[in-house]
């Protein structure tokens, strides 16, 4: 079954508001990873966050991991117009080469 | 630097007919490489993996089959398409060490 599971929003919000999407998944996993994908493009590794860790930042991205209730969250800050996009969580168990992603929150940042 | 390249980037194709997606990455040996399915408004579905020359594991029964005859290259292909074969194909490779995937930029298949 497909581990990681994002809260199925579509986000629209003002430039300069903060975004907020979350993530929950099944199954214990050795790291999270956001990727970010522009309408009808490949996705783009943004930021992976491991099973011991509870908080990374990268940029205005700011990713959370509460491995007791199995759930992540990204935060955008700031937000920027070129931040529309789909943002998918990927969730890796370890040692089976896979990556469970979600079914994506799009977000559309109005300038 | 590491490069991937997917092609064709769009692909318009009957009922029945054959597929052949090509997939080939440049600047790492030995990657990781996966083909993953889009369909619209959807999240990823994982098909095949690879680890190496010949060897592929299959995560989705269906029409579809995989093969890697060269170390950075791995092509995704079809005897006879599906309607239910539409969609968006994502090739992607993995880092070893950061276990990050890098993905091509896709390759739109829709089947009339």
């Known amino acids: 079954s497909q581990q990681g599971e994002e809260d199925p929003q579509a986000l629209s919000i003002q430039e300069g508001e903060n975004a907020t999407m979350n993530c929950s998944y099944k199954t214990s996993i050795n790291n999270l990873q956001w990727y970010r994908q522009n309408s009808g493009r490949g996705l783009v590794h943004l930021i992976l966050i491991r099973s011991n860790e509870r908080e990374k930042h990268s940029g205005r991205l700011r990713v959370t991991l509460d491995t007791s209730k199995k759930s992540s969250s990204l935060l955008i800050t700031a937000s920027r117009a070129a931040d529309t996009a789909s943002y998918f969580c990927a969730t890796d168990g370890g040692g089976n080469n896979r990556l469970a992603f979600g079914k994506g929150n799009q977000v559309v940042v109005i300038p | ?112």
Not at chain 2, 32 to 49: D, E, I, K, S, T
Not at chain 2, 87 to 92: I, K, P, Q, S, V
């Open chain 2, 1 to 112: 630097s590491q490069t991937i390249h997917q092609w064709p980037a769009t692909l318009v194709q009957p009922v029945g007919s054959p597929l052949s997606l090509e997939c080939t990455v440049e600047g790492t040996s030995n990657p990781n490489l996966y083909w993953y399915r889009q369909a619209a408004g959807r999240g990823l579905q994982l098909l095949f993996y690879s680890v190496g020359i010949g060897q592929i594991s299959s995560e989705v029964p269906q029409n579809l089959s995989a093969s890697r005859p060269q170390d950075r290259q791995f092509i995704l292909s079809s005897k006879k398409l599906l309607l239910s074969d539409s969609g968006f194909y994502l090739c992607a490779w993995r880092a070893f060490y950061t276990g990050e995937l890098f993905f091509g930029e896709g390759s739109r298949l829709t089947v009339l």
